[in-house]
Nanobody, 124 residues
Framework: QAQLVESGGGLVQAGDSLRLSCTDS????????MGWFRQAPGKEREFVAT????????YYADSVKGRFTISRDNAKNTYYLQMTSLKPEDTAVYFC?????????????????WGQGTRVTVSS
């Protein structure tokens, strides 16, 4: 099974860039689509981006489209979320997730494994 660990969060200023990583130490990523979700204080978890296996299809939330890029390095069992032009409203805990299917999904309920989250804070 997948064992996901996120890294790369931190405190940045508006307009800065940040790259989040998600490593699957369980090495069960083959045939798994991946997703990034986030949860801001006092809000529900929301979809950010998703990528299929092995990586040909991606989808983004409208709020991050054009600013964030999801990618995966299957040889390294690692997945990325490159975030640019960060805004204060991007402040949240970011979670990576894996689902036992090759197709993407925007629904958190479709994902089977979750990381512990990494915090991103964007100051204005």
């Amino acid at each position: 099974q997948a064992q996901l660990v996120e890294s790369g969060g931190g405190l940045v200023q508006a307009g800065d860039s940040l790259r989040l990583s998600c490593t699957d130490s369980g090495r069960a990523h083959r045939n798994y689509a991946m997703g990034w979700f986030r949860q801001a204080p006092g809000k529900e978890r929301e979809f950010v981006a998703t990528i299929s296996w092995p990586g040909g299809t991606t989808y983004y939330a409208d709020s991050v489209k054009g600013r964030f890029t999801i990618s995966r390095d299957n040889a390294k069992n690692t997945y990325y979320l490159q975030m640019t032009s960060l805004k204060p409203e991007d402040t949240a805990v970011y979670f990576c997730a894996a689902r036992k299917a090759i197709a993407t999904s925007r629904k958190s309920a479709d994902y089977d494994y979750w990381g512990q989250g990494t915090r991103v804070t964007v100051s204005s």
